[in-house]
Nanobody, 124 residues
Framework: QLQLVESGGGLVQPGGSLRLSCATS????????IGWFRQAPGKEREGVSC????????NYADSVKGRFTISRDNAKNMVYLQLTSLKPEDTAVYYC?????????????????WGQGTQVTVSS
């Protein structure tokens, strides 16, 4: 059974950093693009970043370009999202998700498998 489990969220001050992790199981990582999405209170879920199965292609939302970095280690079945220069508006529940395919697509509807999410709160 395909599963994704996020970890690494927490409370951080503005300007701080966090590293989110997504542990995957039940599928061959080589065939799945992994995406990170977030949902802030009262807002729709939005795509943050995604990475192709081999890690060679990535995509970022404009709001996080230059601040967030996605990476993956297929040998460990892990995907990471490094968050830096955090802002209060980055506060949200962050989800990782998987889609079978090679295109680094940030459209939520393309992803069939989802984790439960991890809370990131940016506040002083």
């Amino acid at each position: 059974q395909l599963q994704l489990v996020e970890s690494g969220g927490g409370l951080v001050q503005p300007g701080g950093s966090l590293r989110l992790s997504c542990a995957t199981s039940g599928f061959t990582s080589d065939y799945y693009t992994i995406g990170w999405f977030r949902q802030a209170p009262g807002k729709e879920r939005e795509g943050v970043s995604c990475i192709s199965p081999g890690g060679g292609s990535t995509n970022y939302a404009d709001s996080v370009k230059g601040r967030f970095t996605i990476s993956r280690d297929n040998a460990k079945n892990m995907v990471y999202l490094q968050l830096t220069s955090l802002k209060p508006e980055d506060t949200a529940v962050y989800y990782c998700a998987a889609r079978r395919g090679y295109r680094p697509d940030l459209r939520e509807t393309e992803y069939a498998y989802w984790g439960q999410g991890t809370q990131v709160t940016v506040s002083s």
